[in-house]
């Protein structure tokens, strides 16, 4: 593990801490989630399909997602950490039980592949890049086994909508565009954009337990 994320493991420990006790405040269920996702099968339940902010890239598969990362996220959209209008609408309008049940419902419907337990590697390029930003001390070896349940499983994820991702918490000074978060804000700025490009379409193209799950009535 490199210094950067030595330094900030405290905080990523109060954070894990914080997001444990929602957690078990509420307990989600998958089949009220499968009932409750109609605003969000509207972009995540087409494949293939693509938003066109802040740029044109797809929208990432969440079937398969650690319910605790999904819980993650709609409360950062709530509470404007991520800035995405369409997302914080949404997420504004959701309760503590139906974040609960949505995230229960989508971390049950992955792909159900079994992924070793190391990545496959990359090139020359994308290993330097993945060693220096330690990525794997957050997301795990095969990029699928995060090391806290907030965080995000993103082997297979779409590279564009990755690359999106990890340039958004460059982003810090523009109303409706960026991600607060201080260690993925401190791992990002790092790099430029090419060397994101570079870990996106390295990490895009692993084995994956994600996917777009598409109802049979909008096939």
Do not use: W
């Not at 590697?121 to 997301?139: F, I, N, Q, R, Y």
Request: aromatic share 8%; charged share 20%.
């Amino acid at each position: 593990m490199n210094k950067f994320l030595l330094t900030l493991l405290p905080l990523f420990v109060t954070c894990a801490t914080s997001v444990a006790a929602f957690a078990q405040d509420v307990t989600g269920d998958a089949a009220a989630g499968g009932k409750k996702n109609a605003l969000c099968i509207g972009c995540h339940g087409i494949k293939g399909y693509h938003i066109s902010f802040p740029e044109v890239h797809q929208v990432p598969k969440i079937s398969g997602q650690g319910a605790g990362y999904i819980r993650s996220a709609l409360h950062a959209y709530k509470a404007g950490e991520r800035k995405h209008p369409s997302m914080r609408t949404v997420a504004a309008g959701l309760s503590e039980q139906d974040i609960a049940d949505l995230a229960a419902y989508y971390e049950s419907t992955g792909t159900g592949a079994t992924l070793q337990p190391v990545a496959a590697p990359g090139s020359a390029k994308a290993d330097e890049l993945v060693a220096k930003g330690g990525c794997t001390s957050c997301h795990g070896t095969n990029f699928s086994k995060p090391l806290d349940p907030a965080y995000p499983k993103i082997a297979g994820q779409h590279s564009d909508y990755l690359y999106v991702a990890l340039r958004s918490y460059k982003t810090n000074d523009r109303p409706l565009i960026g991600r607060s978060h201080p260690i993925m804000g401190g791992v990002a700025k790092q790099f430029s954009n090419e060397d994101l490009k570079v870990l996106a379409d390295y990490v895009g193209s692993l084995p994956s337990e994600l996917q777009t799950l598409q109802r049979a009535r909008i096939k």
